[in-house]
């Protein structure tokens, strides 16, 4: 990924500004070469609020970094446009509750107050009270991190979709 404004890291330091300081630290991992300007005003809204230490900007890593960074967290945040969303079940299959914004087709795959929750593009209060919520409530946590693994479960994974379009195109061929 990258770290582009569509992707509302701004409202993630926003919400994660609203919360206490033991409550929450937030990993983000993207290129940051992308988008410099956007990256600048990040790296100045985290001076700004205060949150040197509670934010790490890992920039892109390798593979199994960022599953290491995935296993050791208990939420996905990414409150950003996404036409699909594939972020979301890929954090999913880590058994993690996402909150995402209701711009896009998040909505395909997170189902508001089961598996996440969805919230309107840059409302970093609806954000941050849905992470003192999880916060708050172990049980509530466990049981949406359960839901998130079973949705990434049911989904059809790349290869199951590829063979049912080979599938598809043989028989296509065939006729």
């Known amino acids: 990924g990258n770290v582009i404004e569509r992707k509302g890291l701004h409202s993630a330091l926003g919400a994660l500004a609203r919360l206490p300081a033991s409550y929450a630290t937030l990993d983000v991992v993207g290129s940051l070469d ?10 100045r809204q985290i001076a700004q609020l205060g949150l040197q230490g509670r934010v790490r900007l890992h920039g892109s890593l390798p593979q199994e970094a960022l599953r290491e960074c995935l296993r050791a967290s208990d939420l996905f945040v990414a409150p950003s446009y996404e036409g699909f969303g594939i972020v979301y079940l890929e954090a ?5 509750p996402v909150i995402a914004s209701t711009a896009g087709a998040a909505h395909e795959i997170v189902q508001s107050a089961q598996n996440g ?12 009270a849905h992470i003192h919520t999880l916060v708050e409530s172990h049980t509530l946590l466990t049981t949406m991190a359960l839901a998130a693994r079973s949705r990434f479960d049911i989904h059809p994974t790349w290869t199951k979709t590829c063979e049912r379009i080979e599938s598809w195109l043989k028989q296509l061929i065939e006729h």
Do not use: H, T
């Open 92 to 96: 999913m299959a880590f058994g993690l």
């Open 117 to 128: 929750y969805l919230v309107q593009p840059g409302d970093d209060r609806a954000i941050a």
């Open 34 to 43: 992308v988008a410099p300007a956007y990256v600048a005003r990040v790296q």
